[in-house]
């Protein structure tokens, strides 16, 4: 087991890679009772291609990682959520687009809990009843995403911008696509990518670290795994520029919302290369868009915007895409107005005061953050197969300077590789005239 | 463990929780004022005033700025609605200052603006600068109109309204669209001048801030000088919301279950139900109704997720949920709309069931774990505390955690059968899909 030191931060990690091949992190958090864990499978719901050693290359439904997900919590024994329960943990699971993780939080019985949340990721048992039962309850969360704004609003964005990548698909699927996965198409993507070697698991909060180890090492000893699979994950050719340049739906809303984005064509990055164009974008986003931007402020006050204002930033090593928008009066005119920010901020570089006061809240909100045990267990994931170490980011925030982020801001905000999502109110029933 | 500390002068409390666990320290202050007709607009329009610009930092932008210069502080301000109370907030959480070089008194510096964030507003006269009140208006107006964007939490609201009906507790914490257009300047202006002067004032610290009794008498010291800044003082002599007494639960009502239905151009339906428990947290039956609820809905071993998702596939959430403060309980669930019935009809056997004792020793041992697990985390979530305390001191029962844990413990089967006589079904709400009308 290493140790590795933050001093700075004031936080230390213990990690091993066990002989099965599954790599464990431990962060202690001295004086907290919570104790928070994941396990977490580089898989999600854009791994719908995928070839095993020489086999032939197999496609499989939308929304099958997801699918995946939910019937993880099956046992002989019934449903898992009980076994958590009796030890008095709360568990939970999401799928993103390039993983899938497993995860409880609790208070005591940590080492029990743990135990459990190997084992029913390590015993997957699907039977036709229990797949079938599923789809219905798949169906809903899926109707329940139809009636949401922002994910309608997303999705209709990223279907603009990417033409071939699977990330313009619904994480869940549709409820025709989940129709047709069965028992078999299940087993076969679980015997795929959750060997050990394609895990990780992480635990922080309340606990001692090397019997943590321990019963995680005696845990997996006893389990035998094959050879790991080598997985070959086959992403089509995604062109630089957006497809369609413009998407709306028309939804029961009150007012229309409008998201702006931009696909990132310098992908394939890992590691401190990844962070470092992560987190200068956001920063970039933060200056131009954010809480203390003279354009936000502008747009509030023209009745153009209003507080649920936004942007956000992703990087992975096969896709990226930054976006900005929220509610707002007049879609069009806002496209207009942050495509003439752009080419203004594009001209005449960020203000440097500006650019230095958004990399301190960076760093500020960073440590901040690292409160919160369910926080760190999450990030440190998702960077994890990245290649990116998550306490790396004050260092990369302390290093970024002021000609990196005009560079980037004239690299990134290209107009043919932007694309905008509009969700329009669906007819004359806006809310009725009283307060709610 | 040692809770929070308490320090009373008059009508401001303080209360501290000083610990080295945290790297964010935390500060809170409420305002504590009756919900009241004419005053819920103006009211709730004032934090987001507050934030429109102070006498140092004049602008919404300056606040914003001077916020991220303290290494990104967190400056926000909200209105919530606590039973039959409106709380009005200011809120400021700084990271740790040894992570950072220059960052010595960052947490006074962020106390200091989110006082004067809540007590010297930027004024023209005797009035809030005009070009800030239409600002604020028209974003407010949309505020009030997107509840509407966000289907759960509006059937929630919707469900919750017609229980309320008729009661302080059912005004809206956000206000009404229609009050708006007849603000003024002044008249906000005189809101919160009312505000400053008579609420009851509850400021919380979390974190590492050494020592509790300085920390509070800081924070006192703080406060009353913005006070009498702002022209008042902490000695106003109107109504306080503290000769108001606590918050009681809502009544039992007797007249038939009332049935609301909302048609709008939606995927999915929300079957809601607003059952009275007539049961807060300062009752010594909450424990036993706090099982009794998270037997019902409060957990994926719970009745209604294994029976209304597990075993019918009807939905993908379905839960419940207690208000401690009004007794309120409220199940929530999103289904196909053709199975209404089937839904509705499930969720109200397993209420039947709890009545009639069709409790297991593990839904009960289960569920008792569960809770408990929810409270201990608490203690490592510096909101989660402030809002558990919060809720006590409003209830007039500032229960410690460790004594509700007990009690929670010693809850049988027969006591939750007993309490859960006190569910009573007030509103059945469907959101549903227009049905079509023939011409």
Redesign the interface.
Same mark, same amino acid.
């Given at each position: 087991m290493r140790e590795l030191d933050y001093s700075r931060l004031r936080e230390r990690l213990y990690t091993e890679q066990l002989d099965n091949g599954l790599t464990v992190f431990l962060a202690p958090k001295p004086g907290y009772q919570q104790v928070f864990a994941t396990f977490t499978t580089h898989y999600g719901s854009i791994d719908s291609v995928f070839r095993v050693g020489d086999e032939a290359p197999a496609a499989v439904p939308d929304g099958i990682a997801h699918f995946l997900e939910h019937k993880m919590f099956e046992s002989p024994q019934g449903d898992v959520f009980n076994e958590f329960a009796k030890n008095g943990a709360a568990a939970n699971a999401f799928t993103t687009f390039d993983q899938t993780t497993y995860l409880f939080s609790c208070t005591e019985n940590a080492k029990e809990n743990m135990q459990v949340l190997l084992d029913f990721v390590q015993e997957p048992y699907f039977t036709d009843e229990n797949v079938e039962k599923e789809k219905g309850i798949i169906g809903q969360e899926i109707r329940m995403y139809d009636d949401n704004p922002e994910w309608r609003s997303f999705f209709g964005l990223l279907r603009g911008l990417y033409q071939q990548h699977p990330v313009r698909i619904d994480i869940a699927g549709t409820v025709e696509s989940i129709a047709k996965i069965d028992k078999e198409t299940l087993y076969r993507c679980y015997r795929t990518f959750y060997h050990p070697s394609n895990m990780m698991l992480f635990c922080a909060g309340g606990f001692d670290p090397k019997e943590m180890m321990d019963v995680i090492r005696s845990n997996q000893a006893k389990k035998s795994f094959g050879p790991a699979p080598d997985i070959e994950r086959i992403y089509p050719e995604e062109p630089s520029e957006a497809g369609e340049r413009k998407s709306v739906a028309a939804l029961s809303v009150s007012q229309p919302r409008c998201l702006i984005g931009w696909k990132d064509a310098n992908t394939g990055l890992t590691g401190q290369d990844l962070l470092a164009q992560e987190m200068l974008t956001g920063v970039i986003l933060d200056v131009l868009f954010g809480r203390s931007s003279p354009l936000y402020h502008r747009w509030i006050d023209e009745g153009l915007i209003d507080q649920q204002f936004t942007w956000e930033y992703e990087l992975t090593p096969s896709y990226g895409y930054s976006l900005v928008g929220g509610n707002t009066a007049d879609p069009d005119r806002l496209i207009a107005e942050v495509n003439d920010a752009l080419a203004r901020a594009a001209a005449e570089g960020l203000p440097e005061e500006a650019f230095h006061r958004g990399r301190k809240k960076a760093m500020g909100r960073f440590v901040g953050s690292l409160d919160s045990p369910n926080f760190i267990a999450r990030s440190f994931s998702s960077y994890y197969f990245k290649g990116v170490d998550l306490f790396d980011t004050v260092e990369v925030l302390e290093s970024l300077t002021l000609q990196q982020a005009n560079e980037r801001l004239r690299a990134h905000f290209i107009p043919r590789q932007q694309a905008v999502s509009i969700v329009l109110p669906k007819a004359v029933d806006a809310p009725a005239e009283k307060g709610r | 463990m040692a809770g929070f500390q308490r320090v009373d002068d008059g009508r401001i409390h303080v209360h501290v929780y000083a610990?080295?666990?945290?790297?964010?320290r935390h500060f809170n202050v409420k305002f504590v004022q009756p919900l009241a007709r004419d005053t819920?607009?103006p009211t709730a329009l004032l934090p987001y005033l507050w934030m429109e610009g102070t006498q140092s930092y004049p602008?919404?932008?300056a606040i914003? =700025?001077r916020a991220?210069?303290?290494? !990104?502080?967190?400056v926000r301000t909200s209105i919530g609605k606590r039973g039959d109370r409106h709380v009005v907030e200011a809120y400021a !959480?700084?990271?740790?200052e040894?992570?950072?070089r220059g960052a010595t008194g960052l947490f006074q510096q962020a106390q200091a603006l989110a006082a004067e964030v809540c007590s010297q507003p930027v004024l023209e006269g005797n009035a809030f600068p005009q070009?800030h009140v239409q600002?604020e208006i028209?974003?407010h107006k949309?505020?009030? =109109?997107?509840?509407?964007?966000?289907?759960?939490a509006?059937s929630m609201?919707?469900c919750l309204?017609a229980v309320y009906q008729g009661e302080r507790f059912g005004?809206?914490r956000?206000?009404?669209? =229609?009050?708006l257009g007849q603000l003024s300047g002044e008249q906000l202006r005189s809101v919160h001048h009312h505000l400053l002067n008579t609420a009851d004032i509850h400021a919380y610290v979390v974190g590492n801030v050494g020592d509790a009794d300085r920390a509070a008498q800081d924070v006192l010291t703080l406060l009353h000088a913005a006070l009498e800044r702002a022209g008042g003082g902490a000695s106003g002599t109107d109504r306080t919301a503290a000769a108001e007494g606590p918050v009681n639960p809502l009544a039992h009502r007797s007249g038939d279950v009332r049935t609301v239905v909302d048609e709008?151009?939606?995927?999915?339906g929300k079957l809601n139900l607003g059952f009275r428990t007539g049961i807060s947290c300062r009752d010594d039956d909450y424990p036993a109704m706090l099982v009794c609820n998270g037997i019902l809905g409060g957990?994926?071993?719970s009745k209604l997720f294994?029976n209304v998702?597990?075993k019918a596939?009807?939905?993908?959430?379905a839960s419940s949920r207690l208000d401690g403060l009004t007794g309120v309980l409220a199940v929530q669930t !999103?289904? =196909?709309i053709n199975n209404y019935e089937q839904a509705l009809s499930i969720i109200q056997e397993q209420v039947r069931a709890i009545q009639n004792g069709e409790i297991s020793a593990?839904e009960l041992?289960?569920t008792k774990?569960?809770l408990?697990?929810?409270y201990?985390?608490a203690?490592?979530?510096?909101m989660s505390l402030i809002d558990l305390n919060f809720a006590g001191v409003l209830a007039g029962q500032a229960r410690e955690l460790e004594e509700l844990l007990k009690r929670i413990e010693a809850v049988t089967a027969d006591d939750v059968v007993r309490v859960s006589s006190n569910i009573q079904l007030d509103t059945v709400y469907f959101l549903r899909n227009e049905v079509s009308r023939g011409a």
């Open positions: - | 610990t080295p666990r945290f790297k964010t819920v607009t602008t919404a932008r914003m =700025e991220d210069d303290l290494f !990104g502080a967190t !959480g700084v990271p740790d040894q992570a950072f070009r600002r028209t974003l949309r505020r009030i =109109e997107s509840l509407f964007d966000d289907k759960i509006w609201d919707r309204e005004l809206p956000l206000g009404y669209v =229609e009050d709008q151009p939606v995927n999915q957990f994926p071993h294994v998702r597990e596939s009807l939905a993908y959430y !999103g289904i =196909e593990t041992a289960y774990h569960g408990r697990n929810q201990l985390q203690n490592d979530q510096p």
